[in-house]
T-cell receptor
């Protein structure tokens, strides 16, 4: 079983739609959680950190359920510019603090 | 420039050749990471430096791979006797301390023919 599993995708949604991405992680020692965005043939960029209390940044809302080891990302009123691959990422604060990435879920927002 | 710089951006090499990639992290960042990303997958951790010390290596880093970070500044990743399976995007990232965000470079895309 992979450490971080995401919805396989791709997701094709019309502009203005709400889309939700789901992610589960297997390492209960994981301490920090993130969503990264990666455009085609570009490097990953941090979209937002994820906290147990939930956090919102404009149209984006991230949630963490430590008991279920589940992370989610909700995008409301999706824009064409949201088209990208969304990567779920976890890490432990011990040692190297390496990031463990899911495979990513590709989102295409269609006019 | 305040970002992470990687060179070259693209590299095409014949199987069996050696290749070397360079990463220049953000100057005040003491942590430097190498990741590899193949098509349709998320990035996978290869190795980590804190200053000049290589503190962790993934099982993915076979004996054909070597990484250095002399003087704790730039880093190089060398692949000897390249194989077609080495074709991937090699990403470098740096951070100031544990718990801080990473900054990724644009990557070096390697194609082994």
């Amino acid at each position: 079983r992979k450490e971080v599993e995401q919805d396989p995708g791709p997701f094709n949604v019309p502009e203005g739609a709400t889309v939700a991405f789901n992610c589960t992680y297997s390492n209960s020692a994981s301490q920090s959680f993130f969503w990264y965005r990666q455009d085609c043939r570009k490097e990953p960029k941090l979209l937002m950190s994820v906290y147990s209390s939930g956090n919102e940044d404009g149209r984006f809302t991230a949630q963490l359920n430590r008991a279920s080891q589940y992370i989610s990302l909700l995008i409301r009123d999706s824009k064409l510019s949201d088209s990208a691959t969304y990567l779920c990422v976890v890490t432990s604060l011990a040692g190297s603090y390496q990031l463990t990435f899911g495979k990513g879920t590709k989102l295409s927002v269609i006019p | 420039d305040t970002g992470v710089s990687q060179n070259p951006r693209h590299k095409i090499t014949k199987r069996g050749q050696n290749v070397t990639f360079r990463c220049d992290p953000i100057s005040e960042h003491n942590r430097l990471y190498w990741y590899r990303q193949t098509l349709g997958q998320g990035p996978e951790f290869l190795t980590y430096f804190q200053n000049e010390a290589q503190l962790e290596k993934s099982r993915l880093l076979s004996d054909r791979f070597s990484a250095e970070r002399p003087k704790g500044s730039f880093s190089t990743l060398e692949i000897q006797r390249t194989e077609q399976g080495d074709s991937a995007m090699y990403l470098c990232a740096s951070s100031l301390a544990a718990g801080n965000g990473y900054t990724f470079g644009s990557g070096t895309r390697l194609t082994v023919v």
